[in-house]
């Protein structure tokens, strides 16, 4: 349904380091690059990191998160840990996530910017 998002940072330098490595794990990579501006996907962009005078204020009750899709479990959790290594804090260390469904293999991080992702794969096992 969507063909791309954009989100707003306050440094596009310090996106980069974060999204280059949180997405490497998943196959996805800086694919357009522009002062201020950063475009990841695999084949296309689909996530335009974008510098912003006024990025969106981070807010843990707002229910806004982006879901990245993982090609095996493994992806996620080497999503997770290069994601804390890259500025990211935990927000759900990589697991099953029964109450979502019972192949539901997720990790959950936030960003320097405050913007909360998800890594998920569905394959069993």
């Not at 974060?18 to 990841?40: E, I, V």
Request: charged content about 20%; overall charge negative.
């Amino acid at each position: 349904m969507l063909d791309h998002v954009s989100i707003g940072v306050r440094d596009t330098d310090a996106s980069k380091r974060f999204y280059d490595a949180a997405l490497k794990p998943l196959g996805y990579t800086c694919l357009s690059q522009s002062p201020g501006s950063l475009g990841y996907g695999a084949e296309a962009v689909s996530l335009w990191v974008n510098e912003a005078q006024r990025p969106v204020s981070a807010d843990g009750e707002s229910g806004l998160h982006f879901c990245f899709a993982a090609p095996t479990r493994s992806s996620v959790d080497a999503f997770h840990a290069a994601a804390l290594r890259a500025g990211g804090s935990d927000n759900g260390a990589p697991g099953l996530r029964a109450s979502y469904g019972e192949n539901y293999y997720a990790a959950f991080v936030v960003d320097p910017d405050g913007y909360r992702i998800e890594a998920y794969c569905g394959a069993a096992g």
